[in-house]
């Protein structure tokens, strides 16, 4: 099982809007509406983002969305922030097992 | 509001086994699964596994002949061993809570464990 695919790096300066892709396959991405992306900060545990593609987490600002379009899943920020500057990590369920994405640097410029 | 707190040995030799212990405060472990994850230095997030509260476990089918999750309920920790570990298998072990059933996520994660192999 491979990575999901993942942009290595975005940025963007302060208000503005980014978006990571995260590519996978028929068996995992695109087979279950069980996508998830984590926030990472240097040193830090992973924090849950968005989950089952589109839905947020208690706490979670509504700057951050998530769609999925076939095999291929999105994560966009609007409103680009100063603390939003992090690694990015999607996961997919895939039946028997669970697959990350190689991660996403975001900088904010 | 449910911590997971982790812990076990972060410096081991190659062919010895990895042994990690991960306690859930704040929660009950029914109703969910129970699930370990690996980083690399400087790479990505890795799943190993997972168990319920009543003992049924998934493995990556790549580390599945080495790797066995376990959950003590009484104690409500679960646990990761690892055997025969190599140079490759240093990381940053962390466990978290799945939530699952029509849904599938990981909300709460442990604080992570640097493990590191080396002769």
């Known amino acids: 099982q491979s990575a999901l695919t993942q942009p290595r790096s975005v940025s963007g300066s302060p208000g503005q809007s980014v978006t990571i892709s995260c590519t996978g396959t028929s068996s995992d991405v695109g087979a279950y509406n069980y996508v998830s992306w984590y926030q990472q900060h240097p040193g830090k545990a992973p924090k849950l983002m968005i989950y089952?593609?589109?839905k947020w987490p208690s706490g979670v600002p509504d700057r951050f969305s998530g769609s999925k379009s076939g095999n291929t899943a999105s994560l966009t920020i609007s409103g680009l922030q100063a603390e939003d500057e992090a690694d990015y990590y999607c996961?997919?369920?895939?039946?028997?097992?669970?697959?990350f994405g190689g991660g996403t640097k975001v900088t904010v410029l | 509001q449910v911590q997971l707190e982790q812990w076990g040995a972060g410096l081991l030799k190659p062919s010895e086994t990895l042994s990690l212990t991960c306690g859930v405060f704040?929660?009950?472990?029914?109703?969910?699964?129970w699930s370990w994850i690996r980083q690399p230095p400087g790479k990505g997030l890795e799943w190993i596994g997972e168990i319920s509260h009543s003992g049924g476990t998934y493995y990556i089918p790549s580390l599945k002949s080495r790797v066995t999750i376990s959950v003590d309920t009484s104690k409500k920790q679960f646990s990761l061993k690892m055997s025969s570990v190599t140079v490759a298998d240093t990381a940053v072990y962390y466990c978290?809570?799945?939530?699952?059933?029509?849904?599938?996520?990981?909300?709460?994660w442990g604080q992570g464990t640097l493990v590191t192999v080396s002769s």
């Open positions: 704040g929660g009950t472990l029914s109703n969910y699964y």
């Open positions: 978290a809570r799945v939530t699952g059933g029509e849904t599938y996520y990981f909300d709460y």
């Open positions: 996961c997919s369920y895939a039946g028997n097992y669970v697959i």
């Open positions: 089952d593609v589109s």
